[in-house]
Structures are given as C-alpha cells and as structure tokens.
C-alpha cells in the first residue's frame, strides 16, 4: 500500500529526468506539475504564478493523500 502511495506522490513531482533530457519536450509534452512550476517562477521570473502553481501541486498532492488514506488504509 505505501509502495503505491510513495510511487504516485514521486510522479506527480518528477522533475529529475525530465529536465536534463527533454527539458519538457517538444511543444511541451512531456511537461509535469513540477517543470511548469520551474518554468514560471525561475525561468521566465514570474514568480507569483509559479506560486500559484506549487500552492495548486500542493493542494493536489494533500488531497490525494487524505482520500487514498480513507480509502485503502482504513483498517491501518
């Protein structure tokens, strides 16, 4: 079950194969959450939209913990 939840959490915040290879790909298809947060705030220094994007990842990130928690762990 936590192999699961820890596989997932790490996709929804992968950045360290994606940056060095494709750098989001072409006509960015191979963009995630986490690039598109670089993108903005460092990149083009757009810094409170990259804010928003990693408030948004955050809020992601939290309720999929809480729903995959009620919903396959209630007997932990």
């Not at 494709?22 to 690039?35: E, F, I, K, R």
């Not at 810094?47 to 809020?59: K, N, P, R, Y």
Request: hydrophobic share 50%; aromatic share 18%; proline share 3%.
């Amino acid at each position: 079950m936590f192999s699961i939840f820890f596989g997932v959490l790490g996709s929804l915040q992968l950045f360290d194969l994606i940056m060095p290879m494709t750098l989001g790909g072409p006509n960015d298809s191979s963009q995630t959450m986490v690039t598109y947060l670089y993108n903005f705030g460092i990149v083009r220094m757009k810094v409170g939209f990259g804010g928003a994007v990693g408030t948004v990842l955050f809020i992601i990130c939290v309720v999929f913990a809480f729903t995959y928690k009620r919903t396959f762990m209630r007997d932990e």
